[in-house]
């Protein structure tokens, strides 16, 4: 059983930063692309960042140049660095870990943690 834990959401005020971690239960990080996904009130759930294998990373454009995502597969967790964070980004932040396909961990729909929640305001 995979099992995906978010932590280091909270409340900081505009043009702050946080960083949130994503730990893992097994060391599924490094056979897995890794994404940070975010759901605010009332809207669907959108990928903010991801990690593949091979340490390629992508960012939607709302977060480009002030999110970095990273991956310590000897900790088997994941980060999202979140800096200049605007009221906008508040949201609840998950991580998703998509096993690469063949691999004993694969499953068609991934895992996800629980979601941390990320408030920004003055």
């Known amino acids: 059983q995979v099992q995906l834990v978010e932590s280091g959401g909270g409340l900081v005020q505009p043009g702050g930063s946080l960083k949130l971690s994503c730990a893992a239960s097994?060391?599924?990080?490094?056979?897995?692309?890794i994404g940070w996904y975010r759901q605010a009130p009332g809207k669907e759930r959108e990928l903010v960042a991801r990690?593949?294998?091979?340490?390629?990373?992508y960012y939607t454009d709302a977060v480009k140049g002030r999110f970095t995502i990273s991956r310590d597969s000897t900790k088997n967790t994941v980060y999202l660095q979140m800096n200049s964070l605007k009221p906008e980004d508040t949201a609840i932040y998950y991580c998703?870990?998509?096993?690469?396909?063949?691999?004993?961990?694969?499953?068609?729909?991934?895992?996800w943690g629980q979601g941390t929640q990320v408030t920004v305001s003055s």
């Open positions: 998703k870990a998509d096993p690469q396909f063949g691999s004993s961990w694969y499953t068609f729909n991934g895992y």
């Open positions: 097994i060391n599924i990080f490094s056979i897995s692309t």
């Open positions: 990690i593949f294998i091979s340490d390629l990373t």
